[in-house]
């Protein structure tokens, strides 16, 4: 339903300008069924050409030979790592679960497979400072994507770095520290 709303709004334009996006978590460390679900979904419209491809967000430690096989074979054309940092101390401090060997072995099996790169950066991340944003940022450039996405770490109530933030631990830059440094 998705898609064809899209499609309507979009017109012509659709098949040069449109892409299906999994973004807002992990796709492919979600349940295997739940995953091909999606991709079931919207591989038909990437086959018959009513839009050019298909994109999604994911976990650097969640992506192997396999994984972007599959991923090919339902006609997924861009992946974007969700790197964070660079900084194996501020990954472990903020539990991402992933370390910057996992972010560059991801991005080479990514580009050697033929997909559009993409990078996540998150600045004002626990233990982070802006000199360290700057290094990743520097870090993420070497890896040479093709597209880049910063921005700011946003607390939510419930979570580990809602905890922190709640005990004082823990102070997230304001949006006058946070659009400079992004």
């Known amino acids: 339903a998705a898609c064809e709303t899209a499609l309507a709004s979009l017109g012509s334009a659709a098949s040069r300008e449109a892409e299906v996006a999994f973004f807002g978590g992990s796709f492919t460390a979600i349940p295997r069924r739940e995953m091909l679900r999606l991709l079931d979904a919207a591989a038909p419209y ?8 298909i994109r999604l967000s ?7 030979v396999e994984i972007l096989a599959l991923l090919r074979s339902y006609g997924v054309t861009t992946i974007e790592l969700g790197a964070q940092s660079m900084d194996d101390r501020v990954l472990a401090l903020n539990g ?3 370390t910057a060997a996992d972010v560059r072995r991801a991005a080479a ?5 033929g997909f559009t790169l993409g ?3 998150m600045t004002g991340l626990y233990g982070d400072t802006p000199d360290g ?13 093709e597209e880049v996405r910063i921005y700011p770490t946003v607390v939510l109530r419930g979570t580990r770095l809602g905890e922190l933030y709640r005990s004082g631990a823990y102070r997230p830059p304001d949006v006058w520290e946070s659009v400079p440094l992004c």
Request: charged share 30%.
């Open 96 to 98: 991402r679960g992933h």
């Open 133 to 145: 944003a700057f290094a990743t940022g520097r870090a993420l450039r070497d890896l040479a994507p």
């Open 46 to 53: 990437v086959r018959t050409g009513r839009i050019r491809g």
């Open 119 to 121: 990078l996540q950066m």
């Open 58 to 64: 994911t976990r650097p430690d969640a992506v192997d």
């Open 109 to 113: 099996l990514v580009k050697g497979a």
